[in-house]
């Protein structure tokens, strides 16, 4: 039994095949997939609500990804605050800092990173943190603005310094690893993932991105997180279904913190058929 933690479910990618996708997932043992909801900006906050009204066993997340921070208006705030009360809705993000591909200028990524960072925690949701060559400005921001830090949240698609996942874990985060895990030349990911507790992991796709061996290339999708459970289970010497339960022990344990409206909604309802 897997738990994907990150999958861009709302894609173009998946509008021909999108049941028949979550149908496989199911079928390879992945009992739940959080829908992040960044969508494609504003405009599509809805988007990951949309598909957990729509299938069973989806979670919901809300928030504006920093490539599209420039874009964000005075009113997105609102709507954000409004679909955080929407019981689908689990987590806040993905949210952050992306230096690599700059679509948005770096003061207004910070400022808008900083505005979801506090509506998230007046709200009491983890938050879902990306981060892309900006890891001390990232640390910085949740060190000055993330006032809830008890909540916890997730380092996503980790390839980032032992540093930072260090500096994480402290203020509480767990840390996912998406199929980079399996990349012949990512090391340096595998080498952070063996020093991260296995109660403090978790797995995810990053669909359709970034599918593992033997999958690459292609797009991807939640079932392939078998993948990243696979080699998350070599790194730690153990097998695939001690991963599956561990993750999902972690997913479930973070998201009832933060879900103050529903405490007991993942302990009652772990595996939605
Ligand atoms: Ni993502």
Not at 126 to 139: D, G, K, Q, W, Y
Not at 241 to 264: C, H, K, W
Request: aromatic content about 6%; some cysteine; charged content about 25%.
């Amino acid at each position: 039994m897997f738990i994907d933690s990150h999958a861009h479910l709302d894609s173009v990618d998946f509008d021909s095949d999108r049941a028949l996708v979550i149908e496989r997932a199911r079928a390879a043992g992945v009992a739940r997939v959080l829908a992040i909801g960044s969508g494609t900006g504003p405009g599509t906050l809805d988007c990951a609500i949309k598909l957990a009204e729509r299938f069973e066993g989806l979670d919901a997340s809300i928030g504006i990804h920093p490539h599209e921070a420039r874009l964000t208006a005075e009113e997105d705030f609102r709507l954000l605050t409004e679909l955080a009360g929407h019981p689908a809705v689990v987590a806040w993000g993905e949210i952050g800092l992306d230096f690599h591909y700059d679509h948005s200028p770096r003061d207004v990524q910070l400022e808008v990173f900083a505005r979801q960072l506090k509506l998230a925690a007046d709200r009491r949701l983890p938050v879902i943190i990306h981060t892309r060559e900006a890891e001390r400005e990232t640390l910085r921001a949740l060190q000055e603005h993330w006032t809830q830090p008890h909540i916890g949240g997730i380092l996503h698609c980790y390839s980032g310094s032992l540093e930072l996942a260090e500096s994480g874990l402290a203020m509480g985060f767990l840390i996912s690893f998406s199929g980079m895990l399996t990349f012949p030349k990512a090391q340096s990911v595998r080498d952070v993932a063996q020093r991260v507790p296995l109660e403090r992991l978790l797995i995810e796709t990053d669909a359709p991105y970034l599918a593992p061996v033997p999958h690459r290339g292609k797009r991807n999708e939640p079932a392939f997180v078998v993948e990243t459970a696979k080699a998350l289970a070599q790194l730690k010497e153990t097998s695939m279904e001690v991963i599956g339960r561990q993750t999902a022990e972690n997913y479930r344990r973070l998201f009832d913190r933060g879900y103050s409206r529903d405490p007991g909604r993942f302990t009652r309802d772990p595996v939605v058929q």
